[in-house]
């Protein structure tokens, strides 16, 4: 007994000068930042005030110059001769104030220069909270290091077969969890400790330890090619955010004082793809570009080009892929080759800086494609074909194909997968007529997507008649059967052809087709057939030609889905499960409003869209998308309504003098007039219309209806819908049907769906004062029953849990066992213990 108070004493000591140690290096570690700091403030004030003197003694000389020559004229050159040199003494003083020198002395640790050199470094240059940040701060180094020396080395048949594409290696290094087994392995190597701290520090030890071991298993096999290094530094300066600056510091100081010039060269290679991907902080941009522009190499200028580009735009989400690299080095443009659903190729030169919108409007451009609404890029791979998302870079795009071609055994040279531009939604106001070049490219995707069975019919009758069409459009009405029995395989999918009795089958319903009244009516434009066949595809395959969104959570009444895809089309929006089941079916006219918001859900904040319907049901669904997906249904609600002639009264209007005023009440169905109908982009102060309850015309205000989202007549289960919500309105005035966030809140409260702002701080202590029992003894006491404390708990903290004795004994038996665990874990472990600690708890909760 008194040996182990003894040995509990010690331990307790040794913490005790252990953690007064850490604290005063920490002291002396800022208090040597501060002095560096100050030493390099008086080093500018020095110099600031020198040139203050200067301007003095200049502007001083200038006044005497004046009065002894009179302003002659002759002089003038010498005053604008000083004036120019104190502006580039200012610049340089400027300079100086912002070299990357003063920036190393002032934020660098660990006593770091700002000058190359090749040793490892034994921690980051830059202060870096997170362990995790710190760890992969030395892996960049080593990267960096074999970078700039060009160090190769050779890769294995074998590493080929079984290759992992670098990204995707990174996310799973620094996002895998823990788990048991690889607690119970390092947990092995520490049995022999005769101590340790708590269970939590443990964790978190493991947890950094497992992160190095990766890393280090990372870089050591498979060997990593130059853009495969190059993918290792940009890929974790968009993972990491917090390390971007420490990447930047780590280039410059390998270029500062560097003798090799083959390696300066590939190190200002590898700043520019990095300027390229990501910006720095605002507090090193000012230091970085004046390193930049400071420099005479040759890649500087296109250097502090991508730099200034990219601080006004959003960071890259995909490393480099090779086009870049060969821009980059070999100055080569960046050629994308663009294939239309008619089988031409487009190829424009690009810059890595362009988004899909940009790349939409040159392809628009060059093919006079005036109705481009809802066509967009899709990138395709060996077995797949990805849209790609409106705002975003499209190199991103182009350098995931290539990870995922070079992952299927392809070199990145050859991995870039083709770009489709075809089209994917429809609006419900689609005229095929508009524009013959959509039309025909809308055509093409068709009938090739027919052909394929892409685009699949049950209906053999539809099948032929597509057949016919597409024979009419090429070929004229003049039949050639042997002509038609060459191009069957080419019209009709090969489900539907098992032999040659298959063939002239088809041959037979297809001539009975082409002799049907559709063509003998003196049809002859192919033109018209062509706009016949987008308007059979758009009201065939509404959800074929629909924008996805990945939902990772849906909520409605008697729904709930944890993943799902939210489909938008001409018809409405629409919830899909994996197994393409419909679980929800909302037509426009049936949607309200529409809010993207914040929702938090676990603890944590995410994006995510809700949806009010007429009929007061509010759908939740959690999407990182929920911009474009909300951007994407407003967009069709606000279109339908400009061109609707369907509005439902939302307040009564009786009897006026003005005999020209429709009287109406409360839910009354009103037809527009066709002059009502307003334009794109126009607000009317009022409208005309036909009461269809009693028949009367007249004029009425905007303010009293609400116009409902669609070009045809509403059905009856809709207009009754309606009804019943108009009704329910009172003394609100909803303009043209847009409800106010707060009405749509007060909406959502009232169906248990809670919108949280962001920004909102959710406390315990918060949670307290609102739920917490008060406390008798003191009246400050129940401000800090949610602190901790060690005296024992007589009455369960929530005040609904008093009068419930069962619970209140259950909560007090609970609060003693959690007393015993922090009891427990505070004391000193030897490894034995631990060992059997964290077989135990690691067993029961598994870390995923």
């Given at each position: 007994?008194?040996?182990?108070?003894?040995?509990?004493?010690?331990?307790?000591?040794?913490?005790?000068?252990?953690?007064?140690?850490?604290?005063?290096?920490?002291?002396?570690?800022?208090?040597?930042?501060?002095?560096?700091?100050?030493?390099?403030?008086?080093?500018?004030?020095?110099?600031?005030?020198?040139?203050?003197?200067?301007?003095?003694?200049?502007?001083?000389?200038?006044?005497?110059?004046?009065?002894?020559?009179?302003?002659?004229?002759?002089?003038?050159?010498?005053?604008?001769?000083?004036?120019?040199?104190?502006?580039?003494?200012?610049?340089?003083?400027?300079?100086?104030?912002?070299?990357?020198?003063?920036?190393?002395?002032?934020?660098?640790?660990?006593?770091?220069?700002?000058?190359?050199?090749?040793?490892?470094?034994?921690?980051?240059?830059?202060?870096?909270?997170?362990?995790?940040?710190?760890?992969?701060?030395?892996?960049?180094?080593?990267?960096?290091?074999?970078?700039?020396?060009?160090?190769?080395?050779?890769?294995?048949?074998?590493?080929?077969?079984?290759?992992?594409?670098?990204?995707?290696?990174?996310?799973?290094?620094?996002?895998?969890?823990?788990?048991?087994?690889?607690?119970?392995?390092?947990?092995?190597?520490?049995?022999?400790?005769?101590?340790?701290?708590?269970?939590?520090?443990?964790?978190?030890?493991?947890?950094?330890?497992?992160?190095?071991?990766?890393?280090?298993?990372?870089?050591?096999?498979?060997?990593?090619?130059?853009?495969?290094?190059?993918?290792?530094?940009?890929?974790?300066?968009?993972?990491?955010?917090?390390?971007?600056?420490?990447?930047?510091?780590?280039?410059?100081?390998?270029?500062?004082?560097?003798?090799?010039?083959?390696?300066?060269?590939?190190?200002?290679?590898?700043?520019?793809?990095?300027?390229?991907?990501?910006?720095?902080?605002?507090?090193?941009?000012?230091?970085?570009?004046?390193?930049?522009?400071?420099?005479?190499?040759?890649?500087?200028?296109?250097?502090?080009?991508?730099?200034?580009?990219?601080?006004?735009?959003?960071?890259?989400?995909?490393?480099?892929?090779?086009?870049?690299?060969?821009?980059?080095?070999?100055?080569?443009?960046?050629?994308?080759?663009?294939?239309?659903?008619?089988?031409?190729?487009?190829?424009?030169?690009?810059?890595?800086?362009?988004?899909?919108?940009?790349?939409?409007?040159?392809?628009?451009?060059?093919?006079?494609?005036?109705?481009?609404?809802?066509?967009?890029?899709?990138?395709?791979?060996?077995?797949?074909?990805?849209?790609?998302?409106?705002?975003?870079?499209?190199?991103?795009?182009?350098?995931?194909?290539?990870?995922?071609?070079?992952?299927?055994?392809?070199?990145?040279?050859?991995?870039?997968?083709?770009?489709?531009?075809?089209?994917?939604?429809?609006?419900?106001?689609?005229?095929?007529?508009?524009?013959?070049?959509?039309t025909d490219l809308i055509y093409s995707q068709v009938v090739e997507g027919v052909s394929t069975d892409e685009y699949s019919t049950d209906q053999e009758d539809d099948l032929a008649m597509f057949a016919a069409q597409r024979y009419f459009i090429e070929n004229g009405l003049k039949l050639d059967e042997d002509s038609l029995k060459s191009l069957i395989n080419t019209y009709i999918p090969d489900t539907y052809i098992q032999g040659e009795s298959d063939v002239s089958r088809w041959v037979d319903l297809i001539s009975i087709k082409l002799k049907d009244s559709y063509f003998s009516n003196n049809i002859t434009d192919a033109l018209k057939v062509k706009q016949d066949v987008v308007s059979y595809a758009r009201y065939k395959w509404p959800l074929l030609f629909s924008r996805f969104y990945e939902v990772s959570k849906l909520n409605g009444p008697q729904l709930s889905k944890d993943e799902a895809l939210i489909a938008v089309n001409w018809t409405g929006v629409y919830a899909v499960d994996h197994d393409e089941q419909i679980l929800l079916e909302l037509s426009f006219p049936e949607i309200f409003n529409i809010t993207a918001s914040s929702f938090k859900t676990s603890g944590m904040s995410q994006k995510g869209v809700a949806l009010l319907s007429v009929g007061g049901d509010m759908y939740t669904c959690l999407t990182s998308s929920a911009d474009n997906l909300g951007n994407s249904i407003k967009t069709f609600i606000d279109g339908l309504k400009e061109r609707s002639k369907y509005a439902i009264a939302i307040k009564s209007c009786s009897f006026s003098e003005n005999t020209s005023q429709l009287i109406f009440k409360k839910g009354d169905f009103i037809q527009l007039d066709k002059q009502s109908i307003k334009s794109p982009g126009t607000q009317p102060l009022s409208y005309s219309g036909l009461n269809m309850n009693n028949n009367q015309n007249g004029k009425f205000s905007t303010d009293c209806v609400y116009i409902i989202p669609t070009i045809t007549k509403p059905p009856l289960v809709i207009l009754n819908l309606l009804t019943h919500w108009a009704n329910s309105q009172r003394d609100v005035e909803v303009g043209q049907s847009n409800a106010t966030s707060t009405k749509l809140e007060k909406e959502a409260d009232s169906r248990k769906v809670k919108f949280l702002p962001t920004g909102v701080h959710h406390t315990l202590q918060h949670y307290a004062r609102d739920y917490f029992r008060s406390s008798k003894k003191s009246k400050q006491r129940n401000q800090e029953l949610w602190k901790y404390s060690k005296d024992p708990l007589k009455k369960p903290l929530l005040k609904d849990l008093i009068k419930q004795e069962d619970l209140s004994s259950m909560a007090h038996e609970s609060y003693i066992d959690i007393q015993n665990i922090y009891a427990f874990n505070s004391d000193f472990l030897d490894g034995i213990t631990l060992a059997y600690l964290l077989r135990t708890r690691y067993k029961t909760w598994t870390c995923v």
């Open positions: 007994m008194k040996q182990g108070f003894t040995r509990l004493q010690a331990v307790y000591r040794s913490k005790i000068l252990s953690t007064r140690y850490r604290k005063i290096c920490q002291w002396i570690i800022n208090l040597q930042s501060f002095c560096r700091g100050y030493l390099l403030r008086k080093t500018l004030k020095r110099k600031e005030f020198c040139s203050l003197q200067s301007q003095e003694l200049y502007q001083q000389r200038s006044v005497d110059l004046t009065d002894s020559s009179g302003g002659q004229i002759h002089d003038i050159p010498n005053v604008v001769e000083h004036k120019t040199s104190a502006q580039e003494t200012s610049k340089e003083d400027l300079k100086t104030s912002n070299s990357f020198a003063g920036f190393a002395a002032k934020y660098f640790q660990d006593n770091a220069t700002s000058s190359f050199t090749t040793k490892a470094l034994r921690k980051s240059l830059l202060q870096l909270d997170d362990v995790v940040d710190q760890i992969a701060s030395l892996a960049v180094w080593t990267v960096i290091l074999q970078f700039m020396l060009n160090r190769q080395e050779s890769e294995d048949e074998e590493d080929k077969k079984n290759y992992r594409c670098v990204m995707s290696r990174l996310q799973s290094t620094l996002e895998k969890k823990l788990n048991y087994q690889d607690l119970e392995k390092i947990v092995s190597d520490t049995t022999n400790e005769e101590q340790a701290g708590s269970s939590t520090s443990v964790a978190e030890d493991l947890s950094v330890l497992m992160t190095f071991s990766r890393l280090n298993c990372f870089l050591a096999d498979p060997p990593l090619s130059d853009l495969e290094r190059v993918h290792f530094v940009v890929g974790l300066g968009i993972l990491r955010p917090h390390l971007r600056d420490e990447i930047y510091c780590q280039l410059c100081k390998q270029l500062t004082n560097n003798d090799n010039n083959d390696a300066v060269s590939r190190g200002w290679t590898l700043l520019s793809l990095c300027a390229l991907s990501f910006p720095p902080s605002q507090k090193l941009f000012p230091y970085l570009s004046n390193f930049v522009s400071d420099s005479q190499m040759a890649q500087a200028s296109s250097c502090e080009s991508f730099l200034q580009k990219m601080s006004e735009l959003l960071p890259r989400k995909q490393p480099p892929c090779w086009m870049e690299y060969q821009f980059v080095v070999n100055k080569t443009a960046i050629s994308l080759s663009v294939t239309l659903t008619d089988g031409n190729d487009l190829t424009f030169n690009v810059t890595p800086f362009i988004i899909v919108e940009d790349l939409k409007r040159q392809i628009s451009d060059q093919i006079n494609l005036k109705d481009d609404f809802g066509f967009s890029l899709f990138m395709t791979t060996s077995d797949k074909m990805v849209r790609v998302e409106d705002g975003s870079y499209v190199m991103d795009a182009v350098s995931l194909s290539e990870q995922e071609a070079k992952e299927a055994g392809s070199e990145e040279e050859d991995g870039t997968g083709k770009m489709i531009f075809r089209k994917e939604i429809f609006t419900p106001w689609h005229d095929p007529a508009a524009d013959p070049v959509a």
